[in-house]
């Protein structure tokens, strides 16, 4: 080791005879390369996007601010560095509960990690201190509030530290949808370990969160590492809302039969409601918020995870920092805050880059109640504007009559054409002059106030156009208005849309509790003629059925009949497996995998290695058993 090695100088005196002298735990070889550990390590052929890039960039002792997409490979970016580094890799994630299974995926490939957090008892707490005193440890998982610590830092300078890595660094975010305080501490990290190199990493990232990463986190001399976030694997829609329960459980049934997906929804109400919906009706679901006892929280997390095929309802409360791969769809059933958290969110679909579906149904209601709880928030009015600003950005994209994932994209600042996978793609929607319409709605509107003195929802205008008598219109004598009836060429459907796309280009405002119309400044153009508006029209079936159950995936990918057969049966394995061992079937082996075994029917150890997601560990720990179910279901010759 030179001299001039930073980790020689900072802690010359690291106990290698310690860990020399524990023979239940030999030191590994460390690897001569990145691309040997991903080899040997993980089982795989080669990296993906600028993974080695920014694996050059830690191991050669650099900062690195890495913003890629979730299911990208994040993961891999740190591990190496922290396997071709004398030292211990720390990783901060903010999710306590999700420790368990990284280290569990990590020792499952030979990896010596351990994680240390408040869920541990003193005994196994002290044991995994030791670990990494002694130098044994190749990464060690912390809590982000245990770091800032005073007494975790002089603990952590006691031994040898490779690398710090800081996952979900949006958090640090003031502005973001996600600021955790305990993340603004991370900063001092720099200046007590000047020497060590240091990866944010985050899947979300507008240009703004991007600088505060940077700025907070004392990262200015980091290489960053800018992807694409592009998923092309997802296929994005977002339908019109009329019974949404309805619509969710036809789309789960013809799409999504028997896969493993999340359901969001804005109130606990719904969640349980919904997910007793899906249950009644034969779909495994179960429902999650903030609300529920945290044995019951943990539970459903831990079944989700391991179990094929569950359905979780939930708040937002849930997901964020998920590794399940193989989540084959995410469905809202209410209108999402912000288009950040819309993608974070979907993003969660398809990690493995099988084809997964993002499914959106959102309606005239959502943007009222939305509207509403903004205006009732209780911050200051630049934090009003602000989520207002969101909101509109969501509007515009569920109103767009382009390509959904171009002006996603283009949300966090990038630019793409067209992507042939997205409802207005596959099913392009038609834009009308909606001008008069418009003016009559508005128009209305007015009177309702100039002449009555009056506001409404949508509802009674909608009425009031349509010429319907009921009690309400009755007993205002609406039938009596310049605008009664005028409107009846239009279904009430076609006008509830109208309404939507009037408030989402902010031509009307919705106001108070009632969610009573007023036209706004601009709607005002619109009605003197200086102002045309064009609307869109909701296809009749905005569904594809380019996506598929994982079953239906096997089948249509290049396997033979006989293949897809052998594909069920090394998926039974694997949950027999993953059971035995208390682990999440993925941690076992991937559906990727299991479908390269099943393509290339190994008969031996040896036709094993090469196969992806199979390395040295696994192919020692499953090699026999892979064979073993390979030549009982197609015996050789
Ligand atoms: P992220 O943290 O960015 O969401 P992960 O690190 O969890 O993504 O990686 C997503 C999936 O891709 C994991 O199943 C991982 O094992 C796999 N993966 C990552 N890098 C590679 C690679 N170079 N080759 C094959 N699979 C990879
Ligand atoms: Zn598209």
New binding site residues.
Partial sequence: MPPEDPHFAQAPARAYAAAAATPARPAPAKFASAAEA?HTVFG?E???GE?AAIIEQLAGGGDAVVL?P???????CYQIPSLLREGTGIVVSPLIALMQDQVDALNAVGVRAAYLNSTQDPGTRASVEQAYLAGELDLLYIAPERLGTEQAKQFLARGHVALFAIDEAHCVSQWGHDFRPDYLALGELAERWPDVPRIALT?TATDATHKEITSRLHLQRAAHFVSSFDRPNIQYRIVEKNEVRKQLLDFIRTEHAGDAGIVYALSRATTEKTAAFLQANGVNALPYHAGLDAGVRARTQSRFLREDGIVVVATIAFGMGI?K?DVRFVAHIDLPKSVEGYYQETGRAG??GDPSTAWLAYGLQDVVQQRRMIDSSPGDIAHKRRMAAHLDAMLALCETVECRRVNLLSYFGQSSAPCGNCDTCLAPPASWDGTVPAQKLLSTVVRLRRERNQSFGAGQIVDILRGKQTPRTSQHKHEALATWGIGADLSDQQWRGVVRQLLAQGLLASTGDYGTLAMTDAGAEVLSGNRAVSLRTEPERTASRSTRSSKQAAALSDLSPAGVELFEALRAWRSETAKELGVPAYIVF?DATLRAVASATPRSLAALDGI?GIGAKKLEAYGDALVTVVSAFAPAG
Avoid at 70 to 76: E, H, P, R, V, W
């Fill in positions: 991903l795989y080669s990296f993906r993974q890629m979730t299911g990208g490979g994040k993961s891999l899947a590794d791969p990690r493995d991937g992806t």
